[in-house]
């Protein structure tokens, strides 16, 4: 299969969540020493709920000021990564 990452991202999001992407925002990309992935942002009403599947134990949506104790430690460092180019850090949900 030959997608590019934008495409990518939107069929794992659909595959992953059940939630349909328009389209996306390329943020960044990490390169690590063993793993490279891009990281991508998209933007939703309040009405999209995702969908667990066989690949997830339980899927919802946090505050930022609240995400969830064990969760993956380079999430966080992305949502807050995320958070400081927006300029949005501090702010409450």
Not at 1 to 30: F, K, Q
Not at 36 to 56: G, K, L
Request: proline share 5%; with cysteine; hydrophobic share 45%.
């Amino acid at each position: 299969m030959d997608e590019n990452l934008m495409a990518a991202a939107i069929r794992e999001t659909a595959e992953e969540t059940g939630i349909a992407v328009p389209s996306a925002v390329h943020i960044t990309t990490y390169r690590l020493p063993f793993f490279t992935y891009a990281v991508f942002a998209a933007h939703f009403d309040d009405m999209v709920r995702p969908v667990r599947n066989w690949e997830s134990e339980s899927i919802r949506w946090f505050p930022v000021s609240a995400l969830p104790e064990g969760m993956n430690f380079m999430t966080r460092i992305e949502i807050r990564d995320f958070l400081k180019m927006e300029g949005i850090c501090g702010r409450r949900n």
